[in-house]
C-alpha cells in the first residue's frame, strides 16, 4: 500500500517512526455489545507503546440521547490537552479488531481541523502478528496546545440528509451488512425499525477489507463503490448504525480522491427511531 499520513498508513510505516517526538498514537478500541470485548481493559493489558486510550463514548455529547455523538469542542480540546495531543502532532489511530472504530476517531479528528492523522492499516491484529512491541506502560504525557477549526461540512444531520435523500442530489452511502440495510435482519438496538434511508446505497464496510483487516487498494475501492451504483461525481453522506464505521466509508473516499463526503452523525440509531421517517426495504 501506499502510506498517507493523511489517510491510511502502515505497520511498518509505523515501526520505523514510533520513537519520534511528535508522533501521538491513539487506541480507539470500541466494540459492539454482542462482541463481548472491553476496549479498555484490553488498552490496559497490551497496546502499542506510548499510545493513549481514546474512548468514544466518553468523549462524546453528553447532551445526546444517542451513543457517542461529537462532543462539544470544548470538550475535545481538553480532553486531547489532558493527552498530551496539540498542534505539530502527526496522530495514529489504531484500534483492536484491525480497521473499525478507529475511523471514527480519524474522522473526527478531521470535523476538528487536524488533518495531520492517519489510521493504522490492520491495526493492532497485524501489529501482533508482525512481532512489534508492545507494552501495558502508560505513557508520559505533558500537555500541549491544541487549536481547534471545526469543518462543519465533514458532518451532517437529521434534517439535512432527509433533504439529501428527498432531493436526490447527494449520494447516501450505508455501510450496514447487506441483510441489515435491506431489513431482513433485526437492528442490534432495540426499538429501531428494520431497512435503510430511501434512495440511499449499500456499501457494507467489510468488503473494502482484505482478509488481514487491512484496506483494499484505491483501485478496488472505486470499484466496489461504482458497483454498488454509487456516482462518484456527486457530494456523498456515510451512514451506518452509530457513525462508527460510516468513517470507514469516509476514509475509503479519500484514499480515492473523493473530497466531498459528510458523514450522518446520528446514522441508523437516530433516523431508525422516528417513525415519522420514511424508512425503505429491499434492495437499493
Not at 447532551?63 to 481538553?78: G, I, T
Not at 496522530?91 to 495531520?116: E, H, I, N, P, Q
Not at 435491506?182 to 435503510?196: N, Q, T, Y
Request: glycine fraction near 8%.
Amino acid at each position: 500500500m501506499t502510506d498517507d499520513p493523511r489517510t491510511l498508513v502502515s505497520t511498518d510505516w509505523l515501526a520505523a517512526r514510533l520513537k519520534m517526538p511528535d508522533l501521538r498514537l491513539l487506541d480507539a478500541s470500541w466494540y459492539l455489545p454482542a462482541d463481548q470485548r472491553d476496549g479498555r481493559s484490553e488498552y490496559a493489558e497490551r497496546h502499542i507503546p506510548g499510545a493513549r486510550f481514546f474512548d468514544i463514548d466518553e468523549i462524546s455529547d453528553k447532551r445526546s440521547a444517542l451513543p457517542h455523538m461529537v462532543p462539544p469542542v470544548e470538550m475535545f480540546m481538553s480532553r486531547m490537552r489532558a493527552m498530551g495531543i496539540g498542534d505539530g502532532h502527526q496522530v495514529v489511530v489504531y484500534d483492536g479488531a484491525g480497521l473499525f472504530s478507529a475511523a471514527r476517531v480519524w474522522w473526527l479528528f478531521r470535523l476538528m481541523g487536524k488533518t495531520d492523522v492517519a489510521v493504522l492499516d490492520g491495526g493492532l491484529p497485524k501489529w501482533l502478528a508482525e512481532g512489534h512491541e508492545i507494552t501495558d506502560n502508560d505513557p508520559l504525557i505533558r500537555d500541549r496546545h491544541m487549536t481547534v477549526s471545526r469543518q462543519n461540512r465533514l458532518v451532517r444531520d437529521v434534517t439535512e440528509v432527509a433533504a439529501a435523500a428527498k432531493l436526490g442530489d447527494h449520494e447516501i452511502v450505508d455501510a450496514r451488512a447487506a441483510e441489515r440495510f435491506r431489513g431482513d435482519a433485526p437492528e442490534p438496538r432495540e426499538g429501531l425499525r428494520a431497512g435503510h434511508i430511501p434512495g440511499s446505497k449499500n456499501v457494507p464496510y467489510k468488503t473494502l477489507l482484505n482478509a488481514d483487516g487491512t484496506m483494499k487498494a484505491p483501485e478496488m475501492l472505486e470499484m466496489i463503490f461504482r458497483s454498488a451504483g454509487v456516482d462518484l461525481s456527486k457530494p456523498i453522506i456515510t451512514t451506518c448504525g452509530s457513525g462508527v464505521t460510516a468513517a470507514i466509508l469516509s476514509v475509503a473516499l479519500e484514499r480515492i480522491g473523493h473530497r466531498d463526503n459528510a458523514l450522518y452523525d446520528g446514522s441508523w440509531t437516530e433516523w431508525g427511531q422516528y417513525k415519522d421517517l420514511i424508512i425503505a426495504t429491499g434492495e437499493a
